[in-house]
């Protein structure tokens, strides 16, 4: 099912792609676009996980660098019977993680450098659990696929403040320039709300059932949001925001209707009714 929603995904965004294409340059446009689609659905598959963390200037750790943080991604990739995926650290004091790679023989677990000052072992595990969840489900691939593309998307979008879009006679038409500026990014965002919500919920369940301890993630989500609300990720980008376990953007009131993520006090409910329920 999920190689179906990757497939559907790559079309939606290569269609997104080829459309800004053709309004900044018409039939030449498209030629350009589907020729930079095609390379970047190569160099995504393959190479989305280093993209992303050189984004974020994550770097990949031993078990000598950071004995606790891969304990704990050991033992649960243990436990739920997955590859040992490489461990990564995010030089940012705000915390936050994620999970990347195409599969789970490749997958990558990200958390920040304050994640770990900031949360007890027992949360973190519950939130390693929860990124954990998404290898086991597979969804850092159309994630890692997603943020790349929407980095493209994004991109060709702002060239339209520079190159003026041009209608079928040739004429120059700012008004198309400043829609193409402002729905590309949309348009990405829709993208990237339609692939993340319910993976959110499904990843929380799995942390809950892997762990044991549903409060735990709860109390962890509790202070992320804190954290995040007063300090946002420095190089948190709009393109890869769907990746983490909160969302890294200022962002609420109508804004929160666009969210990729799922309301955080909705989360931490259902965490903690399960944590009562298992008592």
């Known amino acids: 099912m999920n190689g179906v929603k990757s497939f559907i995904l790559i079309v939606a965004m290569t269609g997104v792609l080829v459309i800004l294409g053709s309004y900044l340059y018409g039939n030449t446009g498209v030629v350009i676009a589907l020729a930079i689609a095609l390379v970047l659905n190569g160099v995504s598959y393959f190479f989305s996980d280093s993209i992303v963390l050189a984004s974020y200037r994550a770097q990949i750790i031993t078990a000598a660098d950071a004995p606790e943080l891969y304990a704990i991604v050991a033992n649960l990739a243990q436990r739920a019977g997955l590859p040992m995926p490489r ?6 004091e705000t915390p936050n993680a994620f999970a990347t790679g ?3 023989e490749h997958a990558v677990v990200a958390v920040t450098a304050g994640i770990m000052r900031t949360l007890s072992r027992q949360e973190l595990e519950g939130v390693i659990a929860h990124e954990l969840g998404h290898v086991k489900n597979r ?4 994630s890692s696929l997603a943020a790349v593309l929407a980095q493209a998307i994004m991109f060709i979008s702002h060239l339209a403040l520079w ?3 041009r209608d079928s006679e040739g004429r120059s038409n700012p008004l198309a320039g400043i829609a193409v500026y402002i729905l590309g990014p949309i348009a990405a965002m829709l993208l990237q709300m339609s692939i993340s919500r319910s993976r959110e919920y499904m990843a929380d369940d799995y942390s809950a059932h892997l762990t044991g301890r549903p409060d735990m993630l709860a109390s962890a989500l509790t202070r992320i949001s804190g954290y995040n609300k007063e300090v946002p990720m420095r190089n948190a980008e709009p393109s890869t925001a769907h990746l983490m376990i909160i969302n890294p953007l200022r962002g609420g009131g ?3 209707l666009f969210s990729t993520h799922p309301p955080i006090a909705k989360r931490i409910e259902r965490l903690n009714s399960m944590a009562i329920e298992a008592r």
């Open 102 to 104: 195409r599969d789970p």
């Open 163 to 165: 190159v003026t879009p």
């Open 87 to 92: 461990v990564a650290i995010i030089p940012d």
């Open 139 to 142: 969804d850092i691939l159309i």
């Open 254 to 256: 109508i804004f929160s």
